[in-house]
């Protein structure tokens, strides 16, 4: 650059320069947009749990003894600091939510819970998927609207005739009619009763996630296992499901985590929240809210506790979560 | 096994005698019956877990159900009207109508079913924006791109009551420090925040946009993964600028994406209940489905009226997605 401009360039400013320099070459521009964008975006989704941290280590004394966003002295311009601080330490309220309630408890029945609808509907949406995927038959189409149309709807619109079925008070009959089918057992409270919904509701997702998959094995796989005299399901368990290891772990991945975020089902079907009748972490949260009104920090704590194995498992398996959702959903 | 003479592998044999001809029947069905075969638990589980009850609610809605009544009286449509014309307002908590009884504003927020939809189409467009531009930045290359996708993925995986606690605590008058600016401006009631009907419906809202954008960015972002790069190359040799290749290529290219993306998305919006559960309560912002369940123990016939009357509005949605997508649904 001559000499003359660089003068003139010092004499207009920084931000002139720099529009200047914008204007000639608008690449600039698009990345310093593109970068604003990004470091926005961060901000907005991380915060939220930047501010659980704050109330989690800020002593319950001070919690609401002043302000979180601190005046700051700035060589003699004070201002408000704009990022709450926590206003002291106290990493033992981490602790102190487990002495308060057994929180492990509705961890751990959040993990069973999740745990064990995710191997039923691994089960049931391999036998599905490897049906829809890979063989054709006259109705293929009509049932998978069928599948698709059910996943559409509310889970308040199932919740009445469930909670109903569920007290096990009275026979369920034959919808229009008075003809009893059969006298259910009493399974609120119990897993059952929180299982078989979440089942239900999530299985359509990993049925057109397995279908994807399993559509794409070349049939001469499936042929050769079957000329080497394994068995139709033989097939299926010992060539489709290894092979599409990545469709069944994205499947696994997506009903893993949307049991452990169920809000409806696990809020209704445990009917108070305690640990004993199968509350998940959805009744351990809202006891702090409930009970301990005042002990915020409580609160925070117990939510990053709860939301510790969402966070890591995302950080894990994103690659399976990104295609899994694509995938399933464009299908829906 | 009726004999003691018979030892453990003849028994051993038989068990598998049993197994061998239950294989070999299997291998003998047609395409067809096995496939009908391989459904039977998916019928079994959505049958006894989907249809029944959606069936069982229609039956109940058409009767007058009260606690501890049995089956009560069959009262056909009365139900619905009664909704509709407002008589089971009262049933309803707090203040709540089903339909508004005048169009104030006030009126508006305090009925169940605009409350729904202003939700459903607030929160729907502004993830929308939110997730095309999160969107667009995870279709760049750049350095540690693996780190800021987890990050605009990890509010969709966080449990909607954490999630609820969080905006809770955000926005709680007592501790919450976003209460007092945002009263400032007017968009917030400066006290007992979480009890107004507007504010905490905005505090809704917000909390729905922060969890669910990133799940619209991911859906937008398959659509631009699509996308012939070699398009943008030709664009670039005829002198368009990055304005110009998002005007004419890009979202041309992507608008069916998003249109789908928005479909499946109000359609899962409009069954809102957990965050306001959660962060303010069924009386203070009453959702369709929030109605369902503030209900259902008392009156089931009103109960399962509404939640029929929410299944059939999204039902209605649902069939335009099937029509308009066609064949290409499945």
Redesign the interface.
Known sequence: MATETSQSDEARGPLQRWTQSAIENPERVYRALFYAAMVFFMFTTLFPFYWLLVLAITPEGRLLSGSYLPTIDLFGISATFPLPVPQGFNPQAFLEVFNQLPFHLYMLNSFALAISTTVIVLIIASLAGYVFGRLDFPGRAVLMLGILAISYFPPAAFVVPLFEAFTGRAAILIPFTDIPLFTPPRLLNSPGSMVMPFSALFMPLSIFILTTFYGQIPDGLEDAARVEGTTRLGALFRVIIPLSAPGVATAAVLTFIAVYNEYFFSSIMATSPSAENWSPIVGGILSFQTQYTTQYNLMAAASIIAVLPVVILVIVAQERIVSGLTAGALKE | MSTDTAGAGERESRRSGVAVRV?RW??NLS??Q???L??V??FV??G?????????????SLFETRLGQGQGTFVALDNYIGLLTGEKDPVLPGTTTFLPDTLAFDAMIQSALVVTLIFAVVSVFFETI?GL??AL?LD?DFYGR?W????????W??????????????F?S??G?LTEPLANLGILAPTNTLNDSASSLFIVIVADI?KTS??MA??I??GLQSIDRGLYDVAKVAGA??FQQFRYITFPLILP?IG??IL?RS?QA??V???I??VSGCETVPS??CM??AT?LRR?GT??A???T??AI??AV?MGI?YWQG?D??
Do not use: C, H
């Open positions: 294989m299997m291998e395409d067809t096995y496939a009908y391989l459904l638990p998916v589980l959505l006894a877990i989907a249809l029944y009850p959606l069936l069982r609610t229609f039956e109940l939110i531009g999160q930045i760049q693996r800021i996708r987890a990050a605009i993925i990890i509010p995986a966080v449990p909607i009551v954490i999630q609820g606690m969080m905006f809770f605590l955000m709680n007592n501790i420090f922060w990133a799940f991911l859906l972002l398959a600028s990055k994406t789908i993306a499946f359609v409009m069954r209940y957990g965050i559960d959660f369709l489905s369902v369940v259902f089931q109960s399962a509404i939640a029929f929410t299944a999204i039902g649902v099937i064949e649904a499945i």
